[in-house]
């Protein structure tokens, strides 16, 4: 078995600031995700990355930046924090070619913006 | 517009009913349809999954309805266990290398 590791598990921060987010994976994928979950708007894909340095957009990359410098690991970057802005980030994996495309998840990151 | 929509929204049973989750998609080259359980406080986790060649996939209390042409699936929770009690998303994908489009979940509550 293996584990994602998503930290911080909490994050406060001040409108305008820069927050960097962290995933850590010791499942050998080669594809990891990052997801973002609102209460009553489901999981919406923020960026995702095949292999170590690739990077490609999702559906809500505006505002944000990633970066893959590892296989295990996978970084995410809120550029300008919203105020009142209230939010998991859920980090993902999974095989590349696989048959059943299964993700496994991590516990999410909770980020609280004043 | 969302891709994958789910109903209901929320969902009360009692212990030993079946509970009945719906979903539906727009997009007709999605071929792969997971759905995850998540609980409070954690990432979601599959649950069950099935493709676009398949009409039923069962495991345990678990089953899962396709109907490819009208673009609906539903999941039934047969003997519904408190412990059930979870919020269920319908995903889907054409290639899930690129990621799963997620519905809105069902939250389903189980009374002892």
């Known amino acids: 078995g293996g584990i994602i590791t998503q930290t911080p598990k909490f994050l406060i921060g001040q409108e305008g600031q820069k927050l960097t987010l962290k995933c850590q994976q010791n499942?050998?994928?080669?594809?990891m995700y990052w997801y973002r979950q609102d209460s009553g708007k489901g999981l919406r894909l923020i960026y995702y990355?095949?292999?170590?340095?690739?990077?490609q957009k999702g559906d809500l990359s505006e505002g944000y930046d990633a970066s893959r410098e590892k296989k295990s690991s996978f970084s995410l970057t809120v550029t300008s924090a919203q105020k009142n802005e209230m939010a998991v980030f859920l980090c993902?994996?999974?095989?590349?070619?696989?048959?059943?495309?299964?993700?496994?998840f991590g516990e999410g990151s909770k980020l609280t913006v004043l | 517009q969302q891709q994958v929509r789910q109903s209901p929204q929320s969902l009360t049973v009692w212990e030993g009913e079946t509970a009945i989750l719906n979903c539906s998609y727009e997009?007709?080259?999605?071929?792969?349809f997971p759905w995850y359980q998540q609980f409070p406080g954690e990432g979601p986790a599959l649950l069950i999954s099935?493709?676009?060649?398949?009409d039923k996939k069962e495991d345990g209390r678990f089953t899962i309805f396709f109907n490819k042409r009208e673009k609906k699936l539903s999941l039934h929770i047969t003997d519904s266990q408190p412990g059930d009690s979870a919020t269920y998303f319908c995903?889907?994908?054409?290639?899930?290398?690129?990621?799963?489009?997620f519905g809105l979940g069902t939250r389903v509550s189980v009374f002892p």
């Open positions: 993902a994996s999974s095989i590349t070619g696989g048959d059943t495309g299964q993700l496994y």
């Open positions: 499942f050998n994928h080669d594809t």
């Open positions: 990355s095949i292999t170590e340095n690739d990077l």
């Open positions: 997009d007709s080259t999605f071929n792969y």
């Open positions: 099935i493709s676009s060649v398949s």
């Open positions: 995903a889907a994908s054409y290639n899930y290398a690129q990621g799963l489009t």
